[in-house]
T-cell receptor, first 114, second 112 residues
Framework: KAGVTQTPRYLIKTRGQQVTLSCSPI?????VSWYQQTPGQGLQFLFE???????NKGNFPGRFSGRQFSNSRSEMNVSTLELGDSALYLC?????????????FGEGSRLTVL | GQQLNQSPQSMFIQEGEDVSMNCTSS?????WLWYKQDPGEGPVLLIA?????ELTSNGRLTAQFGITRKDSFLNISASIPSDVGIYFC????????????FGQGTELSVKP
């Protein structure tokens, strides 16, 4: 069974640009969550999508957005990039809708903002 | 907001030793989970706990859900070199789906 797939794995952007990250969940998983991981703040929840609807949202500015498609694949977008957005962005899927918290994470997309 | 205090931040142990790490919170959680992250990888679920007082094992790993719902610990027995990595606790409140609150992590180093 294929795991959670995230693309791209690495990317470099400059301040002010925007970026789109993609996530393909495990087959049959309908919930997709996004997390930001930084050395200073650790793992921070961004948002969760279930059946194409945002189910939960973390405390990030509106520059961070996401969406989910009918095949459960998800994308997140960060607009007007800032230096502080440099981080590992992790996607995680869950069977859903049961609230088990048992997340399966991808390897992440490492974003560097220059 | 909710925060988890995970300790210790790092541990350097000899192969074969037992390890213990814990998490405490000022808030109640309905679920406690423990994840391990290796370099260049995403976190991998080790153990999930769903009931206060629950004690669960997964091979050499044992974790407990504190009776107050505000804490959890993870023990690793007879450590081996592949136990090296960062261990995270995470808590989930009721009906929050994929929204987990993570601790800051415990970095484990094992000396052969």
């Amino acid at each position: 069974k294929a795991g959670v797939t995230q693309t791209p794995r690495y990317l470099i952007k400059t301040r002010g640009q925007q970026v789109t990250l993609s996530c393909s969940p495990i087959s049959g998983h309908r919930s997709v969550s996004w997390y930001q991981q930084t050395p200073g703040q650790g793992l921070q929840f961004l948002f969760e999508y279930f059946s194409e609807t945002q189910r939960n949202k973390g405390n990030f500015p509106g520059r961070f957005s996401g969406r989910q498609f009918s095949n459960s694949r998800s994308e997140m977008n960060v607009s007007t990039l800032e230096l502080g957005d440099s981080a590992l962005y992790l996607c995680a899927s869950m069977r859903g809708p049961l609230n088990t918290g048992e997340l399966f994470f991808g390897e992440g997309s490492r974003l560097t903002v220059l | 907001g909710q925060q988890l205090n995970q300790s210790p931040q790092s541990m350097f142990i000899q192969e074969g030793e037992d390890v213990s790490m814990n998490c405490t919170s000022s808030s109640i959680f309905n679920t406690w989970l423990w994840y391990k992250q290796d370099p260049g990888e995403g976190p991998v679920l080790l153990i999930a706990l769903y009931k206060a007082g629950e004690l669960t094992s997964n091979g050499r790993l044992t974790a407990q859900f504190g009776i107050t719902r505000k804490d959890s610990f993870l023990n690793i027995s007879a450590s081996i070199p592949s136990d090296v990595g960062i261990y995270f606790c995470a808590g989930q409140t009721f009906n929050q789906g994929g929204k987990l609150i993570f601790g800051q992590g415990t970095e484990l180093s094992v000396k052969p």
